[in-house]
């Protein structure tokens, strides 16, 4: 007899564990609350236009532990097509100075030297740490099955990674900055606004280049919706089996084994092991009411900060208009958005590097700006659906700021808002990535096991602040891993 394993939730990390589970001959079930699998990584369609929600950067498109993931998971096939964009993003400052990210830290060196020769000490000193982050090499396999040689093997390589990670890893943003000590204005104006005011670990801002400079972090054609897609397909076509509109209550525990679910409408499905890849608070706090609680995770769900939600504004534009860059960040601080005053300011993303998100001869643009969940826990009914329409309203003039002239050729807006992101994928208060990466967190995880629970194991974003679909899809993985190893079965994994 197979042993069965239930996988609660169908996003990125449910379907890799389900794919690695049934890789591995385990009889295997994924159970998603949404009518599609995807999770955060989704997209809808309005009238011919796709609008997506999450894909704009993936790591691992070119090498290294992550790219042998979305090889064994069909993310990545002889098909794919992927991107990788020159521009990082264009910053527009209060008065629409321009100022631009390269994704190459050479290139970006030396386009900050031009604007401010003044600044080559600090210029120098930060791109050398960025270059330094380039050599971050993630494990392959989770922390409970390396041995000691795994360590050896990556340490010399990665000494220059450990001494960033050892001189910033506790600083915010705010006060890297502050120690490199920029003179140039337009510099400091552009990375205090950004960066700044916000408990946003240095070290996420200094590995941020890092993949892109390697061309390791591209964009692959097509976005979220088919990349799921492509998952799920895996997953069947390996005889796992996955089950919509189901949505898990309480984990069966007897004895502290998990043993199953039981859904809200009161079915129950037993399993010899359980992976929760849905949202981290309900999970262990609802689902399991809170009777597996380590002091580490009870610390992270009471102190960390979360993600802010976003408000996702989707305009199908009749005509075709061209971008150079992926995103353009608007820094324009005190403007109102509905009942959101934006305090990160708003960004606007052109998809027209992506053929496949609008019919010929018309764009995909979309507008995002953070908007704290108290602003949408109780709002519902008319008010909710006029605050939409308000959002539509002040989301379209900024857009014609942006490109004059494009309003009479808007032909669908769709406004989709934390609390369309909680209704489909149950994730805490909006927070579409999880815990934010401060300093305090930044170097933290959260273990996959549960104290005295067994036969049960965490994946996905919750595990790792800043979340992101690589290590959540790696989380599927190890979780397979450690039931292989706790059935003394070598764990197996096949390329597409
Ligand atoms: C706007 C946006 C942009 C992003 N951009 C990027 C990017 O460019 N690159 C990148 O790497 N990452 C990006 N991310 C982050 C990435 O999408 C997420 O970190 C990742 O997809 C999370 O996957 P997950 O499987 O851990 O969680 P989720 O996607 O939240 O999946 C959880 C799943 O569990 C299901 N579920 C929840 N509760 C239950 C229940 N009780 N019963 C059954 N099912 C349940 C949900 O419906 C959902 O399908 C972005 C996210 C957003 C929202």
Known sequence: MKKRVIIIGGGIAGLSAGIYSAMNGFDTEILEMHSVAG??????????????????WLVGTSKGAFHEIWKETNVINSETVIV??????????????????????????????????????????????????????????????????????????????????????????????DKLNFKSERIRSVFYSMYGERNFSALAFIFMLGWFHQKNAGYIIGGSYP???????????LGGKIFYKRRVDKIIVENDVAKGVILTDGTRIEADYVISAADGYSTIYKMLEAKYVSKQVDFAYKNWELFTPLVQVSFGIKKAIKAEEPIIVNLSKELMIGRTRLGNGFSVMNY?????????????????????????????????????????????????????????????????????????????????????????????????????????????????????????????????????????????????
């Open 39 to 56: 999770g955060q990584c989704t997209a809808w369609d309005r009238k011919k236009y796709r609008f997506d929600y999450c894909l704009h």
């Open 84 to 177: 990788n964009h020159e521009i990082h993003s264009r910053i527009l400052d209060q008065d629409r100075n321009e100022f631009y990210i390269y994704s190459n830290i050479d290139r970006w060196e030396k386009y900050l030297l031009e604007i401010a020769p003044e600044d080559e000490i600090p210029v120098e000193k930060m791109c050398n740490d960025m270059r330094k982050s380039a050599l971050l090499e993630p494990f392959s396999l989770p922390p409970e099955l390396r041995s000691p040689l795994d360590y050896i093997r990556i340490g010399p390589k990665m000494l220059p990674v450990f001494n960033v990670v050892r001189k910033f890893g506790r600083l915010t943003c705010k006060e890297y900055f």
């Open 227 to 237: 990349l799921a897609q492509r998952m799920a397909e895996k997953f069947e076509s």
């Open 352 to 496: 027209s590097h992506d053929p496949t998100m609008a019919p010929e001869g018309k764009s995909v643009i979309i507008m995002r700006f953070d908007s704290p969940w108290e602003l949408w826990q109780s709002i519902g009914g008319e008010e909710y659906e006029n605050e939409k329409l308000q959002i539509q309203k002040d989301a379209t003039v900024l857009l014609e700021k942006e490109f004059p002239g494009i309003t009479p050729f808007i032909e669908v807006v769709d406004v989709a808002t934390p609390k369309t992101d909680v209704k489909y994928t149950g994730v805490k208060d909006g927070a579409y990535e999880g815990f934010m990466p401060s300093k305090e967190n930044m170097m933290k995880s959260l273990k996959m096991k549960l104290p005295g629970l067994q036969n049960f194991y965490m994946a996905g974003q919750w595990l790792f602040p800043g979340g992101g679909i690589p290590p959540s899809a790696q989380t599927g993985k190890w979780a397979v891993q450690l039931i292989c190893k706790k059935e003394k079965q070598t764990f197996v994994s096949d390329k597409v």
